[in-house]
Each structure stands twice: as structure tokens, then as C-alpha cells.
């Protein structure tokens, strides 16, 4: 049995439009959350807000790239917390700056 794939136009078809366009025009950043509107067939609009999980951390793009998911980022996490057992505490004192206090004599 032989098998016929359609050939994938490269091109963008004529009836889309995007010389409006404009870039990141409903981007909003996660972390603040967003809020949707839904109109319904029957005229009613149904209003959600959305926010992050408890506990949900969002990584950046950088980061991202060596960390694709939640098990290899908790791995990392518990990683460096072993070490941090194994340092040892420093604590930093800041040095107390000389006061010198200027002793106001008379004049004649």
C-alpha cells in the first residue's frame, strides 16, 4: 500500500493579513496574572482571573534552557542545598567606623 503526502506550501496564503500586525500586543507578564473574557452566544460575558499556583515558579529564558522541567530543577535545588550544609556559616561583621568626636573649645 503506498502512502501520499501533501506537499507543505512555504508560503503564506493570500487571505491572511498581517501587515497590522503588531508585535507582543497582548503579551502580559504570567507572574502578575491576566483575566479573561468570554462572551457567550446567549450576550453574557463570563469574567476569570487567572494567577500562578501557590508555590509555582516561573524560570527565565536562559535558565530555562538547562532546566526543562520541574524534576531537573528540584534535582539543581537539592544539589546545592547539600552543599550549602556542608559550607561552612561565615559571618560577615561590618566594621564599625572610628567616630571621632570633635571637642568645641573657646575661642578668645
Do not use: W
Amino acid at each position: 500500500m503506498k502512502t501520499t503526502r501533501k506537499k507543505k506550501n512555504e508560503e503564506m496564503r493570500a487571505e491572511y493579513d498581517f501587515s497590522k500586525a503588531e508585535c507582543g500586543k497582548f503579551y502580559r507578564p504570567l507572574d502578575k496574572g491576566y483575566t479573561v473574557h468570554v462572551t457567550k452566544k446567549d450576550g453574557t460575558t463570563e469574567v476569570k482571573h487567572y494567577t500562578l499556583a501557590e508555590g509555582a515558579v516561573l524560570l527565565a529564558p536562559d535558565v530555562l534552557e538547562y532546566f526543562p522541567d520541574s524534576e531537573s530543577v528540584n534535582e539543581a535545588l537539592r544539589s546545592l542545598i547539600q552543599l550549602m550544609d556542608k559550607m561552612p556559616a561565615k559571618k560577615y561583621k561590618q566594621k564599625k567606623s572610628m567616630a571621632f568626636q570633635v571637642a568645641e573649645g573657646k575661642r578668645e
